[in-house]
């Protein structure tokens, strides 16, 4: 199958639970904000979430991944690489990932090999009180061992886009993945993108990151924090220049205020049009895949990003990280169709 993007990125389960108070009290869960766990927390909180299984749902999460949803939903042919055990959570994450329109391209793996020394599969136990808080408890497991063997160039045929997760920059593997996909997208065509994910992942790798800026990135995407930290400046008119000036394409979202694409020697804003939030969960990864459908169906840059912008607009009017209108019929509305 000839793929239009390809993701490459964490592979993580959301298991989502409504919660009480008095349970986050007695899980010992911190109220409103994300931790990574380790292995034996991880165990503990799933088994107390067994007597919660009618209050909980299973849903693929990840940025890339929810990126991939939402460009699926649009009718592109998607693809994502990515490492998950073959256990429960692991086939879940498979099937709900190719239901959702996007080819999970390789398969689980045997949990108890000798590479992944037995690591289950990534998940983020998501609590949710009445009040609307998500306290999240992530596990990352074995998708944060992804490396260039898991990476198949023969996927990549006939100009498909490849989009990147800055995450993954935490180990060597990761970052080999990268290019060895970087390179099999170039020699087919295509253009090679990442999104920075996080400043404080920017200001661990941020070597690596001008590197992969000035070189095999044809855009990159990331938030007025993420580009100051990148060129470790408070000026982002500076640190948009100078990525400017060596990459291709280069996007700076800006909360609820205007995006600034720049490609060449062209700039354009793309409006933002304030709506109010229910869930703020996945904005990024949606402003990702309508400026990505944008790029990769020919639109003009200034509509490419309005696009972005309609997408996360939409998917911080509900709970979730993924659309649910029909995004496509957002964008005929505006005259983007």
């Given at each position: ?22 349970e986050l009290a007695e899980l010992g869960v911190q ?149 060895k996909a970087a390179e099999a997208c170039h020699a ?150």
């Amino acid at each position: 199958m000839a793929y239009q993007v390809i993701g490459i990125g964490n592979a993580i389960m959301d298991v989502i639970a409504s919660t009480t108070d008095a349970e986050l009290a007695e899980l010992g869960v911190q109220k409103g904000i994300m931790q990574l766990i380790d292995r034996d927390r991880a165990e503990a909180l799933m088994a107390a979430r067994e007597g919660a299984a009618a209050r909980s749902r299973l849903i693929p999460g990840g940025s890339v991944a929810n990126t991939l949803a939402g460009l699926g939903r649009m009718g592109l042919a998607t693809a994502f690489i990515g490492r998950v055990a073959d256990d429960a959570l692991g086939q879940a994450y498979a099937h709900e990932m190719a239901a959702d329109g996007t080819d999970f391209v390789n398969p689980p793996r045997n949990a108890g090999g000798a590479d992944e020394e037995g690591l289950p599969t990534s998940r983020s136990i998501i609590c949710v009180t009445p009040d609307g808080e998500r306290s999240m408890n992530t596990y990352l497991g074995i998708s944060a061992d992804l490396g260039p063997a898991d990476v198949d160039p023969t996927l990549f045929a006939g100009g498909t886009w490849l989009f990147l997760e800055g995450y993954l920059f935490d180990k060597d593997q990761g970052k080999a993945a990268f290019l060895k996909a970087a390179e099999a997208c170039h020699a087919a065509g295509g253009k090679a993108g990442i999104a920075l994910s996080d400043p404080f992942c920017v200001d661990r790798h941020r070597d690596d990151f001008r590197r992969l800026v000035a070189g095999p990135m044809d855009y990159v995407i990331g938030n007025v924090h993420e580009w100051q930290a990148l060129h470790q400046t408070d000026d982002l008119e500076r640190a948009l220049a100078e990525a400017a000036a060596v990459c291709e394409t280069v996007v700076c979202t800006r909360s609820g205020e205007d995006a600034i694409l720049i490609r060449g020697g062209e700039r354009v804003m793309a409006p933002v049009h304030r709506v109010t939030p229910v869930d703020a969960t996945g904005a990024g990864d949606q402003f990702a895949a309508g400026l990505i459908y944008g790029l990769v169906t020919g639109r003009p840059l200034a509509k490419a990003g309005r696009m972005g912008c309609i997408a996360a607009a939409e998917v911080i009017t509900h709970v979730g990280a993924r659309p649910e209108a029909d995004v496509r019929a957002l964008f005929a509305a505006e005259g983007l169709g």
